[in-house]
């Protein structure tokens, strides 16, 4: 199994950008599929997950209502739509797969994701 994550770059503040996560090896529309993200010194933080059929979404609080998760599952590909976009969202960014129904993450938020991306670079500058 392989999730190729991409899209990561360098924007300024209030700016947007778009990640990709690439999946094969698997039976991509039975996995939820999630992103996380990890800044330098920090823990990695859930920040939003995506149903097997696209149809639900979980955000968490800090990125609601400036991301956007999507699928394509003809493609085996998710999307993060980033919009607005701020400093303390500089971080390395990674897609996960899970084999669980849920969507809302569990304690830790890790919990049931079997597969990992190797993650992609944002940095938002102010």
């Known amino acids: 199994v392989q999730l190729q994550a991409s899209g990561g770059g360098s924007v300024q503040a209030g700016g947007s950008l778009r990640l990709f996560c690439a999946a094969s090896?698997?039976?991509?529309?039975?996995?939820?599929m999630g992103w996380f993200r990890q800044a330098p010194g920090k823990e990695r933080e859930f920040v939003a997950a995506?149903?097997?059929?696209?149809?639900?979404?979980y955000y968490a609080d800090s990125v609601k209502g400036r991301f956007t998760a999507s699928r394509d599952n003809a493609k085996n590909t998710v999307a993060l739509e980033m919009n607005s976009l701020k400093p303390e969202d500089t971080a390395l960014y990674y897609c996960?797969?899970?084999?669980?129904?849920?969507?809302?993450?569990?304690?830790?938020?890790?919990?049931?994701?079997?597969?990992w991306g190797q993650g992609t670079q944002v940095t938002v500058s102010s």
């Open positions: 090896g698997l039976t991509f529309s039975n996995y939820v």
């Open positions: 996960a797969a899970s084999p669980r129904l849920a969507v809302v993450p569990s304690t830790p938020p890790s919990y049931g994701y079997k597969y």
């Open positions: 995506i149903s097997r059929n696209g149809v639900t979404t």
